[in-house]
């Protein structure tokens, strides 16, 4: 009865109309911040025809379809509109566990069935916020490390600042000093002039920059290395063409990854490309000595457990942990696809970042020192059970990698992988929360009131009350 008094069943079969399709297609794209050009860009087709799809004027095929809700960060059936009560609870479920308030009450997971049974519009509202709210958070995480890390705003900031203080000092020695000489107050004059041309200059660079450097993007590159970063989360850090060659031997590897490395290069500047053949050569190794079916099969059999998957495969643990992402983005869906993977060099410095579902992973730069990926040891897999910053549970594996590096230096790359906890009754209570160790992605998007290793201020205002102690585990 409740169901016809909204005009819409939890079910929602109301998606099979393109218009419906075309208007969350727009809906989420505005969203993400992506114009139609990104977007279609990103799929492969022009911005005319995802314009007719749209505006209702063309139906997508499956395939594309596909490729829409993988640029979008959606499932195909969220496009559709076609959804189960129980896929909208899980969904609840899992907004819940990412943004669980630090006190009480908090959202009663236990009935959110009966919420999507009983009022389908209001658990459609509390969805539709809540990713709007990743989504704009996102864009925050960009913009927070684009104002800390970008060479060029930083030089382009300070020569606008050295202007404007050169056109203050000459305004104030004509206002204040009367008794100037005529070739004096010339000079002075020819001074301004020159300084504002250079100060309006300068800004309009800036403004230009800005413009550039739209929010198109999941991640904007300012560096060859973030460049690189940028298409390899765009291709899920996983190359068919890599791992099939990688089942035959490990130079057919290698050979594929070469091909792959010229094929993509033309979108990196040339400084980007030798870091991008490194990159794929690393995944051809990988490829070659861990096959995924081997790697699936493992899991069957011994769920996720690094330590004994390592022991039972007789693979390093740091290659381990990115033939599981592979494999996440492989199947397509499950949860290898909630694996996130990040690697820092001795300087802290992230040399790798894979953003698993879900997750905030440490940025480019200005990472959280507290997360256990800094207390890496060479003889172990550490293994860590940490809270995030809003609350939610997640557990972390560590290790460190030792490869070769310059002039004979060995290079020391510590890795962590991480996973988000799901309605994990030991990780809700307080006292439970109280031992664990508190960790954000940066000081700068840190919700913690207090941490004493805050290095800067965080952007959000007022902190959220944080309920655990932050002790290291």
Same mark, same amino acid.
């Given at each position: 009865?409740?169901?016809?008094?909204? @005009?819409?069943?939890?079910?929602?079969?109301?998606?099979?109309?393109?218009?419906?399709?075309?208007?969350?297609?727009?809906?989420?794209?505005?969203?993400?911040?992506?114009?139609?050009?990104?977007?279609?860009?990103?799929?492969?087709?022009?911005?005319?025809?995802?314009?007719?799809?749209?505006?209702?004027?063309?139906?997508?095929?499956?395939?594309?379809?596909?490729? =829409?809700?993988?640029?979008?960060?959606?499932?195909?059936?969220?496009?559709?509109?076609?959804?189960?009560? !129980?896929?909208?609870?899980?969904?609840?479920?899992?907004?819940?566990?990412?943004?669980?308030p630090a006190d009480?009450?908090?959202?009663?997971?236990?009935?959110?069935?009966?919420?999507?049974?009983?009022?389908?519009?209001?658990?459609?509202?509390?969805?539709?916020?809540?990713?709007?709210?990743?989504?704009?958070?996102?864009?925050?995480?960009?913009?927070?490390?684009?104002?800390?890390?970008?060479?060029?705003?930083?030089?382009?900031?300070?020569?606008?600042?050295?202007?404007?203080?050169?056109?203050?000092?000459?305004?104030?020695?004509?206002?204040?000093?009367?008794?100037?000489?005529?070739?004096?107050?010339?000079?002075?004059?020819?001074?301004?002039?020159?300084?504002?041309?250079?100060?309006?200059?300068?800004?309009?660079?800036?403004?230009?920059?800005?413009?550039?450097?739209?929010?198109?993007?999941?991640?904007?590159?300012?560096?060859?290395r973030e460049e690189?970063?940028?298409?390899?989360?765009?291709?899920?850090?996983?190359?068919?063409?890599?791992?099939?060659?990688?089942?035959?031997?490990? !130079?057919?590897?290698?050979?594929?990854?070469?091909?792959?490395?010229?094929? =993509? @290069?033309?979108?990196?500047?040339?400084?980007?490309?030798?870091?991008?053949?490194?990159?794929?050569?690393?995944?051809?190794?990988?490829?070659?000595?861990?096959?995924?079916?081997?790697?699936?099969?493992?899991?069957?059999?011994?769920?996720?457990?690094?330590?004994?998957?390592?022991?039972?495969?007789?693979?390093?643990?740091?290659?381990?942990?990115?033939?599981?992402?592979?494999?996440?983005?492989?199947?397509?869906?499950?949860?290898?696809?909630?694996?996130?993977?990040?690697?820092?060099?001795?300087?802290?410095?992230?040399?790798?970042?894979?953003? @698993?579902?879900?997750?905030?992973?440490?940025?480019?730069?200005?990472?959280?020192?507290?997360?256990?990926?800094?207390?890496?040891?060479?003889?172990?897999?550490?293994?860590?059970?940490?809270?995030?910053?809003?609350?939610?549970?997640?557990?972390?594996?560590?290790?460190?990698?030792?490869?070769?590096?310059?002039?004979?230096? !060995?290079?020391?790359?510590?890795?962590?992988?991480?996973?988000?906890?799901?309605?994990? !009754?030991?990780?809700?209570?307080?006292?439970?929360?109280?031992?664990?160790?508190?960790?954000?992605?940066?000081?700068?998007?840190?919700?913690?009131?207090?941490?004493?290793?805050?290095?800067?201020?965080?952007?959000?205002?007022?902190?959220?009350?944080e309920s655990a102690?932050?002790?290291?585990?």
């Amino acid at each position: 009865m409740r169901e016809r008094e909204t @005009g819409e069943a939890p079910s929602g079969r109301e998606g099979a109309d393109p218009r419906e399709t075309g208007r969350r297609i727009r809906a989420r794209r505005r969203t993400l911040g992506l114009d139609q050009k990104a977007l279609a860009a990103r799929i492969g087709i022009s911005p005319a025809y995802l314009s007719l799809i749209e505006n209702g004027r063309r139906k997508a095929p499956k395939a594309l379809l596909e490729r =829409l809700a993988a640029a979008l960060d959606m499932a195909p059936a969220q496009l559709l509109g076609v959804r189960t009560g !129980a896929d909208w609870a899980e969904v609840l479920a899992t907004l819940a566990a990412r943004h669980r308030p630090a006190d009480p009450p908090r959202p009663e997971i236990a009935h959110a069935e009966r919420l999507v049974a009983e009022y389908p519009g209001w658990a459609r509202l509390v969805i539709e916020q809540g990713r709007e709210i990743e989504a704009l958070e996102a864009r925050l995480a960009i913009l927070a490390d684009r104002l800390s890390g970008d060479p060029y705003l930083a030089d382009t900031l300070h020569a606008l600042l050295s202007s404007v203080t050169a056109v203050q000092a000459s305004a104030d020695i004509l206002a204040r000093t009367p008794e100037l000489a005529p070739a004096e107050i010339e000079r002075f004059r020819f001074n301004l002039s020159v300084e504002a041309r250079r100060t309006a200059d300068r800004a309009r660079a800036l403004l230009e920059h800005f413009d550039r450097s739209r929010l198109d993007r999941p991640l904007e590159a300012t560096t060859p290395r973030e460049e690189v970063m940028v298409l390899l989360a765009r291709h899920d850090h996983h190359f068919p063409a890599i791992e099939a060659a990688g089942n035959a031997s490990s !130079a057919a590897a290698r050979a594929a990854a070469r091909e792959v490395a010229g094929a =993509l @290069g033309a979108e990196l500047s040339a400084e980007a490309r030798p870091l991008l053949h490194a990159a794929l050569e690393l995944l051809a190794e990988d490829a070659a000595a861990l096959p995924l079916s081997g790697l699936a099969a493992a899991l069957e059999a011994v769920g996720l457990d690094p330590a004994v998957l390592c022991a039972r495969l007789d693979v390093a643990p740091a290659r381990l942990f990115r033939r599981l992402v592979a494999l996440g983005a492989k199947e397509g869906d499950g949860p290898m696809r909630e694996l996130g993977l990040v690697a820092f060099d001795r300087a802290g410095v992230v040399l790798w970042r894979h953003q @698993g579902e879900g997750l905030t992973l440490p940025r480019l730069r200005a990472a959280c020192a507290l997360w256990p990926v800094f207390r890496a040891r060479a003889d172990e897999i550490g293994h860590h059970r940490l809270l995030t910053d809003r609350g939610t549970p997640i557990e972390a594996w560590t290790a460190v990698e030792i490869r070769r590096g310059a002039e004979g230096v !060995a290079r020391r790359i510590s890795w962590q992988l991480v996973r988000q906890i799901r309605h994990d !009754a030991g990780h809700g209570g307080g006292s439970a929360a109280g031992r664990q160790l508190v960790v954000g992605a940066s000081c700068r998007l840190c919700r913690r009131a207090s941490c004493p290793e805050r290095r800067e201020p965080a952007f959000f205002a007022p902190p959220v009350p944080e309920s655990a102690s932050g002790a290291p585990d």
